[in-house]
């Protein structure tokens, strides 16, 4: 489904825990997720931390959108994530 | 007497289903659940030494320790071949299968033994493997299909264990892994050749000797100057829906797409929204929606100045991912980029579980 949007000319950032299996189907621009259940955000933390968690993951998956990347490419929220 | 070790996942075992999905790896002497079954296939020519059972989630979020684990369980059982699955069409349990049997192969020279559906995941990351010590079996796309592919399994185990000659994938059944073999034969190739381009002229079926691969690498769509400037739309196969479920999606295999508007709201209030999905415990998703559609994240951003005015798309596209076929979700998405492109969104974020 990423790469018909990204063969659409749509640049994907696909945010998700199981990131090596985005790779190896060669998406593009991956943004690490936290956990399968809850890719954005981390319910172990307190609310403000999570909210935060979930911003920090969101601003780096537009930085993904904005880099020129040849092939797929990790992009890790600076935020330590729980999973 | 063969000694096989079956690997499993927390349901197969008989440990639970998705409330489970987060159990690390266990052994257990001996077979059990699923095993259990394939010993009794295996009609005594063959024992189950141990049962290795991993939790779908568990496996994906700490991969490295689970497969260290597993292999030291592998270790110390000294097995004659690896058996996992079967996977069916379960996405997170194929590609576990893939990635076990891949390391105790290269790790412990042993044959492995899996089955799944043609359309599991698992089965491209088998082919990108093309690992000659793996065999993945075809299944049907349910456990409907258990008794049949337990008795392939056992029967492929056996002759794998004796040390028999596996001949092609087309001969054999299981699933082509890529690999070229070298076979003699008393014609040349040209010969060869030419007997092909004639069956071909005369409209006569013939069997390419060196199939094309059929690559579909998307090149990067370019990057997007000033995303702050740019549209930008949210796509989720998380399966959050509104409360209800007003276009019944089911929990898996869906066939179409719906989008849902947000336009007025600033974030997803937790009861009005639900999670329809039967591939991963929905309940953090149900307490908290935005962990599949980060509506809250975005409207701070969009407060900031990341994200320009007006620039967030007025709805977000949906459909619950679970057991999605293929060419299904290549439809899905052409037909979402087509929806979105007509509206001029020009970049995306794809929140996938």
Not at chain 2, 206 to 211: N, R, V
Request: net charge neutral.
């Amino acid at each position: 489904m990423s790469k018909e949007l990204e063969k659409a000319g749509l640049p994907v950032a696909l945010i998700s825990a199981m990131f090596p299996v985005a790779q190896q189907v060669r998406a593009n621009r991956i943004v690490k997720g936290v956990s399968i259940p809850h890719p954005c955000g981390d319910p172990n933390l307190s609310k403000e931390l999570d909210a935060r968690l979930r911003r920090e993951i969101i601003q780096t998956a537009l930085r993904a959108l904005e880099a020129e990347v040849e092939g797929p490419t990790l992009f890790s929220p600076a935020i330590a994530t729980g999973g | 007497m063969i000694k096989i070790v079956h690997v499993v996942n927390q349901f197969f075992a008989g440990l639970g289903g998705e409330e489970k999905a987060g159990l690390p790896v266990g052994v257990i002497e001996g077979s059990a659940g699923a095993a259990r079954a394939l010993e009794t296939a295996l009609g005594g020519a063959a024992k189950i030494v141990c049962t290795i059972h991993v939790g779908d989630n568990y496996f994906h979020e700490h991969k490295e320790a689970a497969i260290k684990t597993i292999l030291d369980a592998v270790r110390a059982a000294e097995p004659e071949v690896l058996v996992a699955g079967p996977a069916f069409n379960s996405g997170r349990y194929g590609l576990s299968c893939v990635e076990i049997c891949n390391e105790v192969a290269n790790r412990m020279e042993i044959p492995c033994v899996m089955a799944m559906h043609e359309d599991n995941p698992g089965v491209g990351v088998y082919r990108e493997f093309a690992n000659s010590r793996l065999y993945c079996l075809p299944t049907a796309e349910t456990i409907a299909g258990m008794t049949d592919a337990l008795s392939r399994i056992a029967t492929l185990t056996i002759r794998l264990a004796r040390g028999d000659e596996i001949g092609s994938a087309r001969k054999e059944g299981y699933i082509g892994r890529g690999i070229r073999r070298l076979e003699k034969t008393d014609q040349r190739g040209a010969v060869r050749a030419l007997d092909m381009l004639l069956r071909k002229l005369n409209n006569q079926p013939f069997e390419s000797e060196l199939p094309m691969e059929v690559w579909d690498d998307a090149p990067p769509a370019p990057a997007l100057a000033q995303v702050k400037d740019r549209n930008i739309a949210l796509v989720t196969t998380s399966g959050v829906v509104p409360w209800g479920n007003p276009d019944k999606f089911k929990t898996y295999r869906n066939t179409y797409w719906r989008k849902y508007n947000i336009a007025e709201l600033k974030e997803l209030e937790p009861g009005k929204w639900e999670a329809v999905h039967g591939g991963y415990n929905v309940a953090y998703m149900n307490q908290n929606p935005h962990y599949g559609v980060p509506l809250d994240a975005l409207r701070s951003l969009e407060a900031e100045g990341a994200i320009g005015p007006g620039k967030l798309y007025p709805a977000y596209y949906v459909i619950p991912g679970n057991q999605g076929s293929p060419t299904v979700m290549r439809r899905i998405g052409q037909e979402i980029a087509a929806d979105l492109k007509k509206d001029g969104v020009e970049g995306i974020l794809l929140v996938a579980t």
